[in-house]
């Protein structure tokens, strides 16, 4: 196992810890301090056309909303994640043994054991949560 795999790792595990908990300060310290985030969820939470959000002040921003606002159907079922070092991903598939999800598909760039770049792919199920139908 190389160093950028075991970051990769770790980042998998404490980004999903924070998620759970909420813990805005743990989220953000995985981030490096010009990263960016990109999603749908940007454009809906931020009123903006952009979906991208950089830089420490915007990411906590942006991170604070979805914490404040994540709907019922946001769960963190998944199986594992792939990684060649650099990048990560993983999928939260709509089916889960608990009902349906948000069916999301995560990507991050990793770079001094950091997150980089951090892109979110959503899901018809997902969007119709967003919609509100």
Same mark, same amino acid.
């Given at each position: 196992? &190389? ?5 990769? /790792? ?10 759970? *908990?909420? %813990?805005? /300060? ?7 301090? %010009?990263? *960016?985030?990109? =999603? !749908? ?5 931020? @009123? &903006?056309?952009?979906?991208?959000? =950089? ?5 906590? /921003?942006?991170?604070?909303?979805? $914490?404040?606002?994540?709907?019922? @159907? ?6 594992? $994640? $792939? *990684?060649?070092?650099?990048?990560? &991903?993983?999928?939260?598939?709509? @089916? *889960? !043994?608990?009902? %349906?999800?948000? %069916? ?11 997150? @980089? ?15 509100? =139908?």
């Amino acid at each position: 196992m &190389t160093a950028t795999r075991n970051d990769a /790792e770790r980042i998998y595990r404490l980004w999903d810890e924070a998620l759970g *908990s909420k %813990d805005l /300060e743990a989220a953000l310290a995985l981030y490096a301090p %010009d990263a *960016s985030i990109e =999603s !749908p969820l940007v454009q809906h939470l931020m @009123q &903006t056309k952009h979906g991208v959000v =950089s830089g420490t002040d915007n990411l906590r /921003e942006f991170i604070t909303r979805v $914490f404040r606002t994540n709907p019922p @159907q946001r769960k963190r079922f998944k199986q594992g $994640f $792939f *990684s060649d070092g650099r990048v990560i &991903t993983w999928e939260y598939p709509r @089916q *889960s !043994p608990d009902g %349906d999800q948000m %069916d999301l598909v995560e990507v991050m760039e990793i770079a001094n054991g950091l997150i @980089q770049r951090h892109r979110v792919y959503w899901g018809w199920y997902a969007l119709n949560v967003l919609r509100g =139908s």
